[in-house]
């Protein structure tokens, strides 16, 4: 027997000792138990008002039950979309009002445009709020020009070097500028949303806060389920995810108030390529009203990964640990001393 299938077993008789009983027990309650499943050398803190949990340790995990037993991540799946289901909707009323909330995406090319379509149909199914979205397209050339659904605004924003990365923070900050909602959500073109994200988050800035985080679980889809579920072929509970998700903090989604995200300085545009900003705005997020309570499912469909994302050398990486060193009220006096979401181009890009 090689070494990998007996540390399958071996996984596999510990999820059996060790966790089956207790995702049993939270998959069959009747009450949202299963909210609190996490790996057992986790800890969870509960909401104040008793409904969602923050994770109390740093960055993301993925449950390890599921991956050995894949019966329980399917169950899991089916229960938190049975709670807060997802509604997809080819289009959106025409706005007639002011809307309360702005989604802003950002993309580039077209191998994600069938995973974008997917997204903002999830955000038309949004009920109780009234929302606008936002694409703001990163290319030299348009490619989403002709293919993005009426309700949706398109913002074209040609990178100011052929050779410039993808750059997540610019795209959010112009995006920002031209939306109309007082609460923004940052949102990532790979990502489903339950019917009740909007006004979830509406209820939690009506309370006073300005920052909301509603991500308990972000259950990942493999190549041929999510092609399966763009195709119409499969629904999304069909299989198992291939991975579950926690602790994405500022990842993912991100809701925040529109004068708060300004106070703190917007996104950092010196972040050229793939990953660190999310990170690093979330550090300094922290010196506003945050609710950090995730108790809601989002969907992830599959993707190739971002040229760079697993070099062990990642530029960016590097940057967020320097920026992350630097008290985050200064770095929030350099960002509003600095003007970005320009359409010229990112604020830290230097040729």
Known sequence: MSGNILRRYRNLAGVLLKDWRRYERALSASDDSYLALCNRNEQLQSAPDGVGYRCEWQWTSDLHAPKFMPTLGRRLLQRALADHPIRRASSRES?????????????????RLPQLLATLESIAGQQGATVECLVVEQDLSSQL????????????????????PYCRSWAFNVGAKYAEGAVLVLHDNDLLLPADYASQILEKVGLGLEVVNLKRFI?????????????????????????????????????????????????DESFI?????????????????????GYLPLVHLWHAAQAGKYQASNA???????????????????LKSISGGELSGPAGWKR
């Open 219 to 267: 259950f990942y889809l493999d190549e041929q389920h999510t092609d399966k579920v763009l195709s119409g072929k499969s629904e999304i509970t069909d299989e198992p995810p291939l991975s579950i998700m926690q602790n994405s903090e500022g990842g993912g989604s991100i809701a925040i108030i529109r004068n708060s995200f300004d106070r703190i300085g917007g996104m």
């Open 95 to 111: 706005l007639s009002e002011t809307p309360e909330m702005s989604f802003i995406i950002g993309h580039r090319g077209t191998d």
């Open 273 to 293: 390529g793939w990953g660190g900003e999310d990170n690093e705005f979330w550090e300094r997020a922290q010196s506003l009203k945050v609710w950090p309570f």
């Open 316 to 334: 960016t990486t590097s940057h967020y640990q320097a920026l992350s060193a630097v008290p985050a009220s200064t770095r929030i006096a350099r």
């Open 145 to 164: 020009t002709g293919k993005l659904p009426a309700w949706v605004r398109h913002i074209h924003t040609p990178p100011p070097s052929p050779d410039m």
